[in-house]
Every structure is written in C-alpha cells, then in structure tokens.
C-alpha cells in the first residue's frame, strides 16, 4: 500500500471514528526544533537520562540538574508549534467531546498551539514545584536564578517534571485510562515506545478494539502491534489526516 493509500484510509478511520485519543513523543516537537530523546540529535547523548532525570541526581546535586533545565528552558523559548501541533488543535475544535490528547513532552507546545483537552504526563517545563510546601507555579524566566527557592517557604523548587523512577500524577494515569478505554481510535505520534507507562498505551487501546496507527520517521517497538504505520514527519503527514 503506497504512503497516499495509507493516508486515505488514516482519514477516512478518523473521520468515522466515535472517540480519537492522540498519544504524542518528543517526535511531534522535532519538526519546531526541540531535539528529541534517542534520535540522532537525542538530548541523552549529550546527557544521560539516569544522571539528570531522576530524584537521586537531584539530591544529589541539584545544580547540575538544574542547569540542564534552564538549558533546555532557554532552548524552548526559542521554539514555536509546528503544522502537526496546529492540526491536533484542528482535530480537537472539530469534536469537543470525544477528543483527548496525551502528551509525553513537557517542552509545552501542545498548550501554546491552543490544546486544551491534554494531559502532560511527564509534567511541563515551565512549572516549578517546591520541595518543601508542594506549591505549583509557572515560572517563565530564562535563565531560571540557580538555586530556585521558594517565595514562600524557601524551600528548594524543583521542576515538576515526572522523573525516571517517579510515579504519574494519579489524576493524569485515570484521565488517560480513561481515554484510552474509551477511544476507538488512538494515533501514536512521534514516540519511540519505550518508556512506560506511555509505551503500553497502544495495547490498552488494542485490549479495547480500538484501532491504532502510528506515525513515526521509523518503526517502533510498537510497529507490529499497530494496524496502521505511516512513516514520515509528523508536520507533513498530520496535518493531511484531517
Ligand atoms: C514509573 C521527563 C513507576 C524528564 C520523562 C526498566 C528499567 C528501568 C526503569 C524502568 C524499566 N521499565 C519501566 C521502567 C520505569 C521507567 C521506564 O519506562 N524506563 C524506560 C527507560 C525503560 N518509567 C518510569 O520511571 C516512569 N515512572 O514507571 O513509575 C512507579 C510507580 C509507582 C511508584 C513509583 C514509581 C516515569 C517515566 C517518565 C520519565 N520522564 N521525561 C524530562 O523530559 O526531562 S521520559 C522522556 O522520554 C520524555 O518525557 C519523553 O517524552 C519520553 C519518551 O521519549 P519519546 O517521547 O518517545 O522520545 P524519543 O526521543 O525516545 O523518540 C522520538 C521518536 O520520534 C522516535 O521514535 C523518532 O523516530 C520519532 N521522530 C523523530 N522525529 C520525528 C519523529 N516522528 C515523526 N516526525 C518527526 N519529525
Ligand atoms: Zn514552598
């Protein structure tokens, strides 16, 4: 089947389809610029996930995590949606009730294209949570002053940011079984399925019937499990599904 038969029919699924929920990777936000995590260009080349992304780096040495944020804050800032972000927004103006996007990207593009029915599992990198009375707020300033403390009780601020070893906010893992167990169609977009929980959300979506297309530059561990793959960028080939 040729790439246009596949986009054809991608389309003419989604147009029939009763509940779409959309998971998206760090792929979406290739195509605006923001580097990816495995890819060639992977941020965890020049960094190791294990030393930067988990709790213990940050007890450890809460400097040198934050200033691999406030790098990649600065990067961010300078990045804006791309075609595929813009057409998800598209796909959500046209069924307000029966659309849920997740996201595993805390990079905010989603948010700044004018999605609204997301949820950001692994958090948003432009919120700040304290370490000492919980509080979350949204901290735009680039460079953030290193080390952050917070205005009310001192306490060191951390990124909320869902961290390797660090379990989901309990309201993003029901909102997402909920769309997943809800939706007849999911589209995988520009993730590399490895991390969990996110890469077994195709196959609750299978447990369920829906049907599951992926579109991925490569195929994925989750290629074989998908009943459609469409290879290519994410900004040419989303925004032809609608
Ligand atoms: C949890 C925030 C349990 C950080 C992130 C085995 C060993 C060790 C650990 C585990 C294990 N099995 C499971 C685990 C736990 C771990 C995990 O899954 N590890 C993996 C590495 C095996 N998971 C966790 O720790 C999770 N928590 O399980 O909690 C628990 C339960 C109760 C109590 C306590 C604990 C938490 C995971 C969240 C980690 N945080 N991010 C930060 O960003 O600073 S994950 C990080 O990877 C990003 O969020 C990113 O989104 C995510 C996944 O990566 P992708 O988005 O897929 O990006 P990637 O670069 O990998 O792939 C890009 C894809 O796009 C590629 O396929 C490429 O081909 C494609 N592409 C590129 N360009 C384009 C494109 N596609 C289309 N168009 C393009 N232009
Ligand atoms: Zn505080």
Redesign the pocket.
């Known amino acids: 089947m040729t790439t246009d038969d596949q986009i054809h029919l991608a389309r003419t699924h989604l147009a029939s389809a009763r509940h779409v929920t959309v998971l998206t ?4 936000s ?2 605006s610029g923001v580097p ?4 060639t260009d ?1 941020l965890w080349r020049t960094f190791r ?1 294990e030393d930067l ?1 988990t709790p213990e780096a940050f007890e450890r040495d809460p400097r040198l995590v934050w200033e691999w944020y406030n790098w990649r804050r600065e990067l961010i800032a300078t990045k804006q949606p791309n075609p595929a972000h813009i057409a998800l927004v598209e796909l959500e103006r046209r069924r307000p009730d029966t659309f849920w996007l997740i996201t ?3 990079d905010g593009l989603h948010r700044t294209a004018g999605s609204q029915r997301l949820s950001e599992i ?2 948003n990198i432009w919120k700040v949570r304290c370490t000492g009375c919980g509080i979350i707020s949204e901290n735009r300033e680039v460079p953030l002053p290193i080390l952050p403390t917070c205005r009310l009780c001192q306490a060191l601020l951390r990124p909320h ?8 906010l309990g309201e993003d893992l029901r909102r997402c079984d909920q769309a997943l167990r809800n939706c007849d169609l999911l589209l995988v ?11 077994g959300f195709a196959s609750v979506a299978k447990e369920v019937g829906a049907l599951v297309i992926e ?4 195929s ?1 561990p989750q290629s074989d499990l998908v009943d459609l793959s469409l290879q290519g ?3 040419d080939l989303v925004p032809l599904l609608l």
């Open positions: 990777g760090a792929g979406i290739a195509d990816t995590f495995r890819g992977g996930a992304a595993q990207n805390v692994h958090g940011i869902v961290w390797f070893g660090e379990s989901l977009i520009g993730t590399s399925g490895i991390v969990y929980p996110a890469a579109i991925n530059l490569d994925t960028r994410a900004k």
